[in-house]
């Protein structure tokens, strides 16, 4: 009997077709609705292989649904969405897709603060409504970026690339991170600070940290408090990062001028939610590594990882270093 790999979400048809002849492939064909929970339940009870997205939430139940699953291979750097430590100790391999995201994602960060900072979003819009009358000195006037002081919480491969791109800009960059990186501070200039510093002294905070039990909530009212009334806040980490209500209360008492989002506490974000309504919010709809080159990277190491399980070799992008298959009677 061929393995059972099950992909939780549409992807392009080549992606599976390229291995149906090895493996039993299943797809959740719907394009806009997630695999409902009943679906997903059902299938990791004999499939050998998921294939999942982050908005799938892999728990206890999941991984223990049945007694064949090997592997779960996530289409994301992230994994705050799959138990990790239930995995391992069922034998499971959780796979992610870290590097091949990187630069795709630092682009899209950096594209972000610029956008927020110059009102891009506001001043496109302001055209295609027709409401450009006439040039005026101070029209649409926003934040330069240039030479001003950049604050990277979580300096990962992306922090360490968005920090690369600002070297462009002839920013002063300022880093906070679990471990200090006297190569990164070497090579790109970065000063290492507390994250008070950090919060006090940028122009630009962008957070790029993981969502674990530490990071959860790390941006609350005080935080933000604390940072410049000129300070522009950008999330592309996870939502849970920061308190949403904190962050919108902030900036409609102005105490920071603006935030760049594309992540959020629910995605997707209700559209009749209040931060949506400021001027000064640039919000999208998660999308930092979405070029079609970096998807279409990252599905095929998803599909690569599934298979060097399911053949029994070690993946490419392991999780959970401390992965031990399970011999199954
Ligand atoms: C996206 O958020 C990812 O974790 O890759």
Redesign the pocket.
Known sequence: MKPYIYITRKLPDTVAEAITQKYEVKMWEKEDIPVPREVLLSEAKRADALFTV?SDSIDKEVLTAGKNLKVVANL???FDNIDVKTASEEGIAVC??PDV?TDT?ADLTFGLLMATARRVVEAAEFVKEGKWKSWSPLLLAGHDIHHKTIGIVGMGKIGETVAKRATGFEMNILYHNRTRKPEVEQRLGAAYVSFNELVEQSDFIVCLTPLTGETKNMFTRDVFKKMKQSAIFINAS?GPVIDEQALYDALSAGEIAGAGLD?FEKEPIDAGHPLLKLVNVVALP?I??SSVETRMTMMQLCIDNIEAVLVGKAPKTLVNKDWMPLVRA
Do not use: F, I, K, Q
Request: no cysteine; hydrophobic share 40%; charged share 10%.
């Open positions: 982050l994301a750097v992230g992610n897709t995201l994602t996870r992540v998660h930092g590594s």
